[in-house]
């Protein structure tokens, strides 16, 4: 079965600390991969999805960036980060072209910029 | 512009009643839309999924409906627990040039079942 792990659980960064998240799929290969924020009371805002190593696409400017090295492992990172940065951060990971496989979210990671 | 509108916004209920929650989306092409339940700080879990053909799809007191020509969904939960306290989340995936497809999210509607 698949699986997808994302870690920390939870990080409390000052600002101007570089960040980096990161997020495995373990069960399948090939799959898409997106990095979602949600702000406090907020519904989720698609940062990047990839549907390939190293194809990266970004859907809003923003002070983050993401990358691909492996077809399983997504990583959100940050050279300095920003108190509006502050969030909770899930990684997800849906199948290739198949369209009922819905997407599978990791268990998130609380970020506190201060 | 593809957008998934949710309402209510949040909802308040007595535990053991009945819900309706709406979706609507203007999203082409279209490829599937899903229900998710997010309980407080913890990722969406999917509850059902359905292609332009269905119309209805259950998944014990869930039950999800979705009109295509209309392009709206619902999500209808049957005699409410306080389990159910949580956010519901429409998706919905476009197709894009790359052969792949994406998803968008609606904002989401908090539901609170009290005692």
């Known amino acids: 079965s698949q699986t997808i792990h994302q870690w920390p659980a939870t990080l409390v960064q000052p600002v101007g600390s570089p960040l980096s998240l990161e997020c495995t799929v373990e069960?399948?290969?090939?799959?898409?991969l997106y990095w979602y924020r949600q702000a406090a009371g907020r519904g989720l805002q698609l940062l990047f999805y990839s549907v390939g190593i190293g194809q990266i696409s970004s859907e809003v400017p923003q002070n983050l960036s993401a990358s691909r090295p492996q077809d399983r492992q997504f990583i959100l990172s940050s050279k300095k980060l920003l108190l509006s940065d502050s969030g909770f951060y899930l990684c997800?990971?849906?199948?290739?072209?198949?369209?009922?496989?819905?997407?599978?979210f990791g268990q998130g990671t609380r970020l506190t910029v201060v | 512009k593809n957008q998934v509108e949710q309402s209510p916004q949040s909802l308040i209920i007595l535990e053991g009643k009945n819900c309706t929650l709406q979706c609507n989306y203007t999203v082409s092409p279209f490829s599937n839309l899903r229900w998710y339940k997010q309980d407080t700080g913890r990722g969406p879990v999917s509850l059902t999924i359905m292609t332009f053909s269905e119309n209805t799809k259950s998944n014990g007191r869930y039950t999800a409906t979705l009109d295509a020509d209309t392009k709206q969904s619902s999500l209808h939960i049957t005699a409410s627990q306080l389990s159910d306290s949580a956010s519901y989340i429409c998706?919905?995936?476009?197709?894009?040039?790359?052969?792949?497809?994406?998803?968008?999210f609606g904002s989401g509607t908090r539901l609170l079942v009290r005692p």
């Open positions: 069960g399948t290969s090939n799959p898409n």
């Open positions: 998706v919905v995936s476009a197709f894009i040039m790359d052969s792949s497809y994406k998803l968008i």
């Open positions: 997800a990971w849906s199948r290739d072209r198949v369209e009922r496989g819905g997407a599978f």
